[in-house]
């Protein structure tokens, strides 16, 4: 009998943790617009020039506008560059993706997430 108390107390003392991190008060995330995905377009494509995955002619690329595209993953904004001073054709349109939270999560010139 003791030891049936026992693992009842130890148990209840094992839930508690998770009762009090329990609340009411979780943030939520209002989506993105599209301008706010353009600023972080663009603020992506300039980290990429920096770090030098990108030549520095990227910084002057013209902007399409943006356009936002359902996926598996959900709802994510499609922001398109183009630079005509990029020697390989296929390489001349960068595709970057922003999801609806405002984080950028992939670019790249296929235009594939």
Known sequence: MKNLVQCIVIALMAMMP??????????????VT?????????KTVHNLVSSKQL??????????PVTQ????YGKV?????????????????????VDEFGNPISANHEGKI
């Not at 398109?80 to 001073?85: H, I, M």
């Open 18 to 31: 998770v009762q009090l991190m329990a609340h009411a008060n979780h943030a939520s995330f209002d989506p």
């Open 34 to 42: 599209a301008e706010q995905a353009e600023a972080v377009a663009e």
């Open 55 to 64: 030549a520095e002619s990227w910084k002057s690329s013209k902007k399409q």
């Open 69 to 72: 595209r359902e996926t598996r």
């Open 77 to 97: 904004w499609v922001v398109v560059f183009t630079n005509d001073s990029e020697k390989a054709e296929d390489k001349r349109t960068l595709h970057v993706f």
